[in-house]
């Protein structure tokens, strides 16, 4: 039998909990005008300071119980706590990196009154996603107050999500551990990962000359120019093979390849939409990220990304749209998801559909018309 204070102890804990829960359900924020309750997760790291300023002003605007340090102990303590309470809605405060962790977290949890709608602050580089949903390319100072009523007045939309499975498939040197095994934004192989390891690299080495999102945008610019005169991704469609619902696509036909990017957003390096608008000359359909398809495109090289973002050319070249994809690749490249770069030794690649989860658009002032999947 168990001691009477700690009896004591455990039912006072209980109540405490079931009392947070109950001011949680009650209060959003310190304003009566908010409906629905807000979890904000931030990591601090993301942005420069961006990151602990937007942090310390939630807690001050926001009940503190509300408002939690990703860096300290994960996405879950929050989420777990809110997990319980309906009509709730998620912050996401960071890049597409941190994004892309909160919703993992959030496939590891039950969630009985529904999966949670996730809204963006975008304090990373690209920012892709956040641009996707009309967060913008990038924290800029906005009124914090006026961003909570943004979010309260969001449309909800369902997005795709892809299952990625890697198996080497050959004996040696293995290459750096997978980052992710699921595609929120994006997988690519070839010039632009390249590109992006060697920033991870230089970041995590030399952390205080990648302080702000200006100086890593530099960082980026002079790394895309010397990737450009080694040329270290020539030739790629001759040393994968890349089959979409089955069917083999011949990269050998058509200009040579330098990257093969698979497309869940219609945004990616910052804001490029490689898959282009709708044309009657193409076969395919507009891109959708509710539609349990992901568009498969190539490009020659970076420069091509250039022409695309400037509107010389219209998309990249549209490989396929599909709901499953298998990628055998035949010497070392480097990968990417999500913005997260990693070298592959050989391997096989298989891409299928994981699941939908809900998020937060941003409402245009004058909608004309109904967003992917809107609720």
């Known amino acids: ?211 702000s999102r200006m100086r890593n945008k530099i960082w980026y610019c002079e790394l895309f120019t010397t990737e450009s005169l080694y040329g270290t991704c020539k030739n790629l469609h001759k040393e994968i093979d890349i089959f979409c619902d089955g069917e083999l696509i011949d990269l050998k036909e058509g200009p040579k390849l330098e990257i093969l990017a698979l497309l869940n957003i219609d945004s990616m390096y910052g804001g490029s939409n490689l898959w282009g608008r709708h044309s009657k000359r193409f076969k395919h359909r507009l891109q959708d990220m509710s539609d349990e398809l992901i568009e498969v495109v190539g490009l020659e090289s970076m420069f091509s990304i250039g022409t695309i973002r400037t509107g010389m050319r219209a998309g990249a070249r549209r490989l396929s749209q599909c709901s499953t994809v298998v990628i055998r690749t035949h010497k070392p490249f480097p990968m990417e998801i999500d913005g997260e770069p990693w070298m592959q030794p050989p391997c096989i690649i298989q891409v299928t559909h994981k699941n939908q989860v809900p998020m937060l658009m941003k409402r245009r002032k004058r909608d004309k018309f109904k967003p992917w999947s809107a609720k």
């Open 1 to 211: 039998m168990e001691p009477e204070s700690t009896q004591s102890s455990r039912s006072e804990s209980s109540r405490r909990s079931s009392q947070s829960v109950s001011n949680l359900q009650q209060v959003s924020s310190r304003s009566r005008k908010v409906k629905r309750p807000l979890v904000v997760l931030v990591n601090p790291k993301s942005g420069g300071k961006q990151g602990m300023l937007i942090y310390k002003k939630f807690q001050e605007i926001l009940n503190p119980m509300q408002v939690f340090n990703i860096c300290k102990g994960g996405p879950e303590p929050g989420l777990l706590l809110f997990s319980t309470i309906k009509n709730a809605n998620v912050l996401v405060c960071g890049g597409d990196g941190t994004i892309a962790s909160v919703l993992n977290a959030m496939d590891r949890i039950n969630f009985p009154e529904g999966r949670p709608p996730v809204a963006v602050l975008p304090l990373g580089t690209g920012n892709d996603l956040a641009r996707c949903l009309r967060w913008g390319g990038g924290y800029q100072n906005e009124s914090l107050h006026k961003i909570l009523h943004m979010i309260r007045k969001a449309t909800i939309v369902d997005m795709d999500r892809w299952q990625i499975k890697i198996e080497q498939t050959e004996n040696g040197e293995k290459g750096d551990p997978q980052p992710y095994d699921v595609i929120n934004n994006y997988f690519s192989i070839g010039v632009d990962a390249s590109i992006a390891h060697r920033f991870h690299v230089l970041r995590e080495k030399h952390p205080e000359r990648f302080n």
